[in-house]
């Protein structure tokens, strides 16, 4: 019973802090959320502004994730919730960067019904 309770209390402070915003040198606001959420919520998030805590994996995406197919070198990211495409990586190198942690902050956008993450920036976790 310890366990549920516990359970359900971290569920609950993630969720309270997926829906966090902030601004990004003063000008745009970003949503903080999960890629669970994201991904769940497709049309909801569709042209949002939203800032996810990710792993970058490159080129490097495991199977299932869903390629929204528009270029030939998208590359992805993963959270404890999920994985998604990701389209301009600010500046990432798909190799030497991967497996790193980031903010990555974008829009969401929807191609071939797939949603997937138009990146404006990144800032590496330290």
Do not use: H
């Not at 549920?4 to 601004?23: E, N, R, V, Y």
């Not at 301009?88 to 191609?111: C, H, S």
């Amino acid at each position: 019973m310890k366990t549920k309770k516990l359970a359900f209390l971290f569920t609950l402070l993630i969720t309270s802090f997926s829906c966090a915003s902030f601004k990004v040198n003063g000008e745009a606001t970003f949503r903080l959320e999960t890629i669970g959420n994201i991904l769940k919520r497709c049309n909801s998030f569709e042209n949002q502004k939203v800032a996810l805590r990710a792993k970058y994996l490159g080129w490097n995406c495991p199977a299932e994730c869903k390629n929204p197919g528009i270029t030939r070198s998208d590359s992805c990211i993963v959270d404890s919730t999920g994985c998604i495409y990701v389209r301009a990586t600010g500046g990432l190198n798909p190799i030497t960067d991967k497996r790193k942690e980031y903010i990555f902050k974008g829009i969401v956008k929807k191609f071939k019904n797939t949603c997937y993450l138009e990146v404006v920036e990144t800032d590496e976790v330290r």
